[in-house]
């Protein structure tokens, strides 16, 4: 037997290091008469599935592709080629924990297609009926493998690439450490602790989690009739409403009158809050549009936002702020305690908010705002060519490049334009600036900021994308005042205070600089309920073409 091993090792070995060649599919079957030669048979006919691989562009024999097809043939290298999953036709006791992780994969917002889920079901009944096809043995062994990797690693680093805002100093796991954790899930003969390991620990991400099991169990598997844009029988219209609506477990018809259309408008505002659109009680187009979508849909928005949460470190600081872009909402956290929550106004699609990590350093009490020049130039200098006292009704200074104030009647204006302004245009400091009465500073290659606003009605939008970038916050003065609570100067909290009654324009150093990410979360779990928000800046549509 020794001798056969060493036989088969060499022949594997050779496999492995082929160039690549491109090659036709491994062999679908090869039956042996002993069970007892499976063990050298499969091993040859894993090697002959890796050489398919490295022949293929990384594409396994189900048309998905394998994750990283060095680290299939260092674990098969490590393992003397032999086969992981089975020992000479018998089953080793993971394979049926690792089934039940792939099979529930979206449970953790993972698509249990990228495991070859349906190639390994299809490959398992086979066997069933055909337990001595080594054939069949080395392909269930190198799928299973193959997902084992990919699952480890997309629970812990996410399925979308690294971007320019993830946190994570490690990238991946090398070749050497999933070979490690796979022996080890092996010998404990389930896979489940490893993987569980893998997952991140913000609370964030386990309330999300938590929210797609709820979801799954309050609609998984169910699937509405789609609503119509238009239409001309309107009573019709509105019994398809009331089903489609009575699904959602947004309306209760008990009781109440198939053409009562009060109970009926009230369904419609309940599903409208819940999905942050203005509750008129209409079903417009957007609302309609929002109906219209599965429970799959939703479940898949939710994935992708549990992706996002795996691009944070293994853990965050005590104290940060985080901004959520489609949320429209801010809040600080403390020890995964929320110390203070904000509605809040971001950019509009065609001037987000970007999304970055900051450290928030000062605020300044009644602030000057010098306009950027990317709306100067769009926006301003056209109005002022035409009228110049538009500078007046917009509160606006005009400064040369010495810190001068320009009177704007000297200025030929008409001479000006995007390639020659040697001046900038400041907002004077007072109720009626832009920035309001406070700004909060933290370091960023935007010029960003988070700021009051003299324009405050505008949160009570439900859309509230509406800014040129910067993150204006209703409770900015709860946000200062959370920001000196624990500056050992006394009194500081009442200078504050007496700053802002007699308006004096002052700048506060933190003394402890307080961390700051702005992200892009369409999905979390809030009150017990699953929340969604509208993709405003399109970034869900982007990030969808991985979990195909």
């Not at 100067?376 to 010495?402: C, G, R, S, T």
């Not at 030929?412 to 020659?420: D, G, V």
């Not at 709860?478 to 000196?484: K, P």
């Amino acid at each position: 037997m020794n001798y056969l091993r060493a036989g088969w090792t060499i022949l594997i070995i050779i496999g492995i290091s082929a160039c690549g060649r491109k090659k036709g599919q491994p062999r679908q079957q090869e039956i042996v008469q002993d069970p007892r030669q499976l063990n050298e048979v499969v091993a040859a006919q894993v090697a002959e599935r890796l050489e398919y691989v490295s022949g293929n562009e990384g594409m396994m024999e189900d048309s998905v592709p394998a994750f990283r097809l060095s680290a299939l043939q260092h674990a098969y290298r490590q393992h003397q080629g032999a086969a992981f999953w089975s020992d000479n036709g018998r089953t080793h006791k993971a394979v049926y924990s690792l089934m039940d992780w792939i099979t529930n994969a979206d449970n953790y917002g993972l698509p249990p297609a990228r495991y070859h889920l349906a190639a390994l079901q299809g490959a398992r009944q086979q066997l069933e009926r055909s337990r001595k096809d080594a054939a069949l043995w080395a392909k269930v062994d190198v799928l299973l493998t193959d997902a084992f990797m990919k699952m480890a690693s997309d629970l812990h680093f996410g399925i979308a690439p690294k971007d320019s805002i993830t946190l994570r100093k490690d990238s991946l796991f090398s070749d050497t450490v999933l070979t490690a954790f796979l022996q080890q899930a092996l010998q404990a003969g389930d896979v489940s602790a490893l993987l569980q390991q893998q997952e991140p620990v913000h609370e964030g991400y386990l309330s999300l989690k938590e929210g797609i099991r709820l979801y799954k169990a309050q609609y998984g598997g169910k699937q509405w009739d789609t609503l119509p844009q238009t239409y001309a029988d309107t009573p019709q219209f509105r019994r398809q409403l009331a089903i489609r609506l009575m699904a959602g477990g947004h309306y209760d018809t008990t009781g109440i009158p198939e053409t009562d259309t009060v109970p009926l408008k009230n369904a419609v505002k309940a599903f409208q809050r819940e999905f942050n659109i203005y509750p008129d009680g209409i079903a417009g187009k957007r609302t309609i549009q929002t109906l219209n979508k599965q429970p799959a849909d939703w479940l898949l928005q939710a994935a992708l936002n549990l992706d996002r949460w795996r691009k944070f470190p293994d853990s965050l600081p005590d104290r940060y702020l985080l901004v959520n872009i489609p949320a429209f909402r801010m809040h600080v956290m403390e020890n995964d305690t929320m110390m203070l929550e904000s509605r809040v106004i971001v950019g509009a699609p065609r001037t987000r908010t970007p999304l970055l990590n900051s450290v928030m350093t000062n605020f300044v009490l009644y602030p000057y705002w010098r306009v950027p020049y990317s709306i100067v130039f769009k926006e301003m200098l056209p109005q002022i060519k035409k009228n110049v006292y538009y500078l007046a009704e917009k509160n606006l200074e005009v400064v040369d490049h010495k810190g001068n104030v320009v009177n704007p009647d000297t200025i030929h204006w008409e001479r000006l334009s995007k390639k020659y302004f040697p001046y900038v245009l400041r907002q004077m400091d007072g109720l009626d600036n832009s920035l309001g009465v406070m700004k909060f500073n933290f370091m960023n290659k935007y010029s960003v900021y988070l700021h009051d606003t003299n324009n405050r009605s505008l949160f009570s939008n439900s859309n509230r994308a509406l800014s040129h970038g910067c993150v204006r916050v209703q409770q900015w003065d709860s946000l200062a005042m959370y920001m000196v609570r624990n500056d050992p100067r006394p009194g500081i909290r009442d200078s504050v205070r007496t700053w802002l009654d007699t308006e004096q324009q002052k700048q506060y150093t933190m003394h402890k600089r307080l961390p700051i990410y702005i992200r892009y979360f369409t999905a979390e779990l809030r009150n017990g309920k699953m929340q969604f928000y509208e993709d405003v800046y399109g970034e869900d549509q982007v990030m969808m073409r991985y979990f195909k």
